[in-house]
């Protein structure tokens, strides 16, 4: 175990992991005295059956079977499954498939990156489907075929070696021996192994996590109680004429007690209408109208959704300290609220977020929220996907919210600041950043903000720019800044 503590040190501290991992396996290959590394025993490190106890609060404690994988980190799990995809060539296609299988049988228990590292590991390196069909043809001569990775090269399945020589005169076996054994060890084999395999891959839902509940959104559209409607009613007329922070707290505890009590939380609050009240009352009201039990999901997001976020959407100053401070406090509470409730449909807004907009995110990413979860966040800010980018919000706001990323002067400007918040990107959002910049390079060519941008991402990430290198020199040589030769210079020593 100790020969693969560096290897790990790369999947939890690197910024390119896969590079880095590629590269120290590849060293440790040409290292003699590094007998235990080796891809296989990488693997049967990763699937070592493991056996951990699981404690919850409503039920007595049990113990897991897991595979050693399973009991790390799950960012560094996703790490470990992308740098098997980047590296795939070196390791046995079947168990990395069986890898990728096991982890994705564990469904809604596991990590949405870890997942989706596992399904496009089981996407690139399993079979094709009319691979997988012509497998069930008894007279299909792939069916007879040995594993690529295990079976010996030409040289040693020649017909006309002598039966009492040796292959190599280092193996006390002949080949007719060998073949022999190996048909002796494979005779009780499953032949509908590789079959089941497929079925059970079928099973696998080939889709990616839905963080947001669609009831949380379909619930606004639901028949309220006219009693319930009246007491919202006058929960507004209430609000809107506050004049002390004793008859602001009084309020939020009300405001809660009819979201609990009368359900649709989400209509109810359109009808108080409660981010019409000022900045001052608005934090009363935040800090007050959460009792530490509620799902990320649920009230906390249907919280910063009604209050804080429409105050944000249309901020053309910056936000008061008042607001800023308990959003802060907030989101460092609730960061899963504060992604969906929040920040998403921020970034999300229709005509692009401006800079005070961008300088309250910016607070909430360095100050509230973890580096992993930014990471998590950044990516699926970046993928193509729009099911990864559902927001919480009322009906009423839904106009100013895109399903696209607008990208402004402002929002190279915060990806900036995201950057240098030394957070972790795949290959692939890494790539989707670069096109994204070379679009835009001729709308900004004089842009001071987005030279800063392209020389913050090409300093941090400069392992992971190689193939696309080409694409970046040309998009840099478009811009006219003070920084513009730098990035050309660092381009030119990749």
Known sequence: MECWVPLFQIFLNSPCPETEASLWLQQSFNQPEATAISTTSFLSLLTRPTEITITASPSPSHTKRVVWIQTLPNAVQ????????????????????????TMLKEGKELDFWVKRAAHQLLDVVSRSTHEWLSCLNLDSEEEQMEDEFRSLPDCLKKDDVNDTDLMLPWLPISQKQFNLARQYNSCGENDDHMTEFEEDKREIVDEVIEEVDEEVIKEVDEYLNPQVEEMAEHLKDSLLSLQSTAKAVELAGEIRQLCKGGGH??????????WRADDETAAVLVSNLLDGNEDELGWPSHVLCSIILPKLLVLKEPASRVLLTATLEYSKVHQRASEYALLLPM??????????ICDVITRIVRESLH?????SFCQKLLSDEDNLKKVICLPYHQCLIGNKLVWTESLFNLMQNILNHNIHLTQD???RLIQ???ESTHR?????KFGNFLLCFVTKFSPMLKSQKTLLIEATQHTNTLVTKSVLSKLSSL
Not at 265 to 274: F, Q
Not at 347 to 356: E, F, H, K, Q, V
């Open 371 to 375: 580096p992993g979860h930014v990471s």
């Open 429 to 431: 959002s890494v790539d």
């Open 78 to 101: 996703a790490r470990i499954l992308s740098f098997l995809l980047y590296d795939c060539q070196r390791f046995c296609g079947t168990d990395l498939c069986q890898l990728a299988e």
């Open 444 to 448: 900004f060519s004089k842009s001071l």
């Open 265 to 274: 939380a989400l209509a109810i609050l359109g009808i108080i209408e409660p």
């Open 347 to 356: 970034i999300l807004r229709m005509d692009g977020i401006n800079s005070p």
């Open 436 to 438: 994204h910049a070379w």
